[in-house]
């Protein structure tokens, strides 16, 4: 199964994650999967002409083209020309090379939130009218239309993330080369349930000062990060805390919040991004399906619960105050 | 005189195309392009200033933590608060480790594959370098890739994952590492000092450190076998072809210094142009008049400087704009950085034959050999206990500049803040510097420079001299024009 990669308007970002991916080399791990690399624009050797005849030959179906994947989100402006981003020794606007290979490959892979939906490079006024390949923001559209399925039949199959994890796109790859992954596999925003039915929130180490409402203050406290410094890893749609990140990390477990990265219109929260909107004192974004009124009654149950220690730490950089030690019985 | 325009130029971060004007099997003229528009100088216009720290990392995957550093510190210095030492060596720390897993990647990944290429078949070298460097298939990437993977573990434990942390804050780090996080970072980091050791260096890092002059590095190579690292076939294929011969730079290299220490930047600031000279950045003006933006009267400094895309301007071929320091098209970088250091060997190599593709890529290597060592020390320094971050206010108005060197070279944030908002951000990033186009004076950029002269063989499409030439910049096109 061959795999062509490409990247518009976006930073990169997910082909380095990648990069960083564990478990052996990657490209071993690929070829044993029978995924093979056609072009990626940082890696391949084929250069220039060399590059546009192999593009080309996909976009005419001449050579078989098997997964699209696209980083970075299609960029239409200016004034629909897609000119703030042309493929460079083509003269064509990649917008448009996107388009005609995605006509013909089985399988098209958003990768990064940008590509998905528009992300950070859609961010503030959109200066180049970005957008993802099949959503714009959170409406079905974007560059391909809400109707395209690929030649396999699926939509755009979206591995949203800024960046997206290195084996949320392994695992994606590998099960598209397996013919393991259908409709029913992915969610209503058509990202990978393997990854986008959890929530950040699930194996967050700071889950004790969450239950107690033991809030950190500023960066480098221990304490939850929902109250004041804008966490939003309750709602965010990702495993992070089940698989983490080079190695051992998560944006929390780096002592800052979650962004909700995997959604879309994630970088225009309308609020600064660690700051926690807030209403009577109370934070406006809530768990996910918890309702209002509970969460408020257990909220100041357990504060006025806290035990000192997790009081103490939750505004610390480092352990104040010990679990107690139950000696043992005699 | 023939046209070449060459693109998709691969194995650079981000977009490239590079049009050349050859004649008599040589470049004439060469014209940079960067043809990919973002706008994020626009994007960040109204926000609150904090959120720069969530933004503008994403102006580029590789370059990550260097925009973060320069975001923080542009917003430190608006807000009058300076991090506790145990803020700063953790930003050292983060800052070096994408440096250095910069520098593996170019050297691996980007650069050396071009080696293994069939048109160097019939070289003595060819065979080995196949083996060893073919993009994808070589044996280096699969040792390269596992390595950069294990030490990029630093990144889970200092910043929370790479690319893309909140960790580093205008005061100090989000992530405060406790004894027991020291240990697991100095594991790491002697991890990789055996991978460079053994595979990248066939040495001790301090003995390539110590190298301090061609006639050293000669001397240092006659005792060495073949096979006997990655550096020693560099040399050989750089000997070869002559890299030293291609790609020569203008002469002005330029650092805004790098890694602060308690008593100032352990690399420091500076122009290094055959001498030393204070580098005030009042002198950086950003010219447009190639680059598709509306032009002001004149050049402006970045902190007064604007975006304001034009796409059908005439006489504009790049979306790059062309910074100067006091006029003077300068080149930025590993070697820059290290020229102005004082590395004997960098200075020694600028001596005997100005900034090169030879040069260039073996001040990275020279420079991977001093930061390990270096982070090592910093690791030891941290203090758990003491406070990592320090809070500050930001004013309803205030201005602030951030200067931090990325593994490309010298990264500036200028940042303007009015009523509580972001009124203006630009940012010049290295590849700005060293691809930029024209200026109205007509002086090419510093890549636009290095190529003419280059030899263009009979029907070579994208001339491997050229692919060297622009390589050897390591450019990073996604900072470029952000």
Known sequence: MNLLWLQSGGCGGCTLSWLGAEGGPLFVALADAGVELLWHPSLSEASAGEAR???????????????????????????????????????????????????????????????????????GVNPTDACGLQYDGGSPGGLLGADFRAGGGLPVVNVAGCPTHPDWVNETLI?????????????????????????????????????????????????????????????????????????????????YACIRCTDPGFEDPGHPFAETPKLAGIPLGLPADMPKAWFIALAALSKSATPARVRENAKADHILRAPTVKKAGR | MKRLVVGPFNRVEGDLEVTLDVADGAVRAAHVNSPLYRGFEQILQGKAPADALVLVPRICGICSVAQSAASAQALAAAMGVTPPAN??????????????????????????????????????????????????????????????????????????????????????????????????????????RRFLEGTLFGDQLEAIAAIDSVAALARWRAGRGPGAGDLCRFLMIADDLELAKLGRGGGTYLSYGAYPEAAGRWFPAGIWDGGLRTLDSANIREDVSHAWYAEAEAPQHPARGATVPMPDKPGAYSWCKAPRWAGRVAETGALARQAVAGQPLVRDLLAAGGGNVMSRVLARLIEISRVLPAMEAWTEQLAPGEPYCVVGEMPREAEGEGLVEAARGALGHWLSVKRGRIHSYQIVAPTTWNFSPRDALGAPGALEQALVGAPVGEGEEAPLAVQHIVRSFDPCMVCTVH
């Open chain 1, 175 to 255: 099960a598209l080369a397996r013919n393991a992954l259908a409709r029913e596999d992915l969610d209503d925003l058509c990202r990978p349930r393997f990854y986008a039915d959890h929530l950040v929130h699930h194996g967050c180490p700071r889950n004790e000062f969450y239950e107690f409402k033991a809030s950190a203050d500023k960066p480098s406290d221990q304490g939850c990060l929902m109250e004041h410094l804008g966490c939003k890893g309750t709602q965010a749609h990702a495993d992070c805390h089940m698989r983490l990140w080079n190695g051992s990390g998560s944006c929390v477990r780096g002592g």
């Open chain 2, 87 to 192: 803020g700063r060596l953790a930003a050292n720390l983060t800052l070096a480790a994408e440096n250095l897993a910069d520098h593996l990647s170019h050297f691996y990944l980007f650069f050396m594959p071009d080696f293994a290429r069939a048109a160097y078949r019939g070289r003595a070298w060819h065979a080995d370098a196949e083996r060893r460097f073919r993009a994808l298939s070589g044996t280096a990437a699969a040792e390269v890739l596992p390595a950069r993977a294990a030490f990029m573990r630093l990144m889970g434990l200092l910043a929370g994952k790479w690319p893309h942390t909140l960790a580093l804050q205008p005061g100090g780090s989000s992530r405060p590492l406790q004894a027991s996080e020291k240990i697991r970072v100095r594991r790491q980091l002697r991890e990789f």
């Open chain 1, 53 to 123: 005849a192999l593009l080309a030959a996909c976009a005419d179906g001449r050579l078989p083209l098997d997964i699209l994947c696209v980083e970075g989100a299609a960029l239409r402006g200016p004034n629909g020309s897609g000119r703030f981003h042309l493929l460079s020794g083509s003269g064509a606007p990649m917008r448009d090379w996107i388009v005609s290979l995605a006509a013909r490959a089985r399988h098209v892979v958003a990768l990064g939130s940008c590509a998905a939906y528009g992300g950070v490079t859609a961010a």
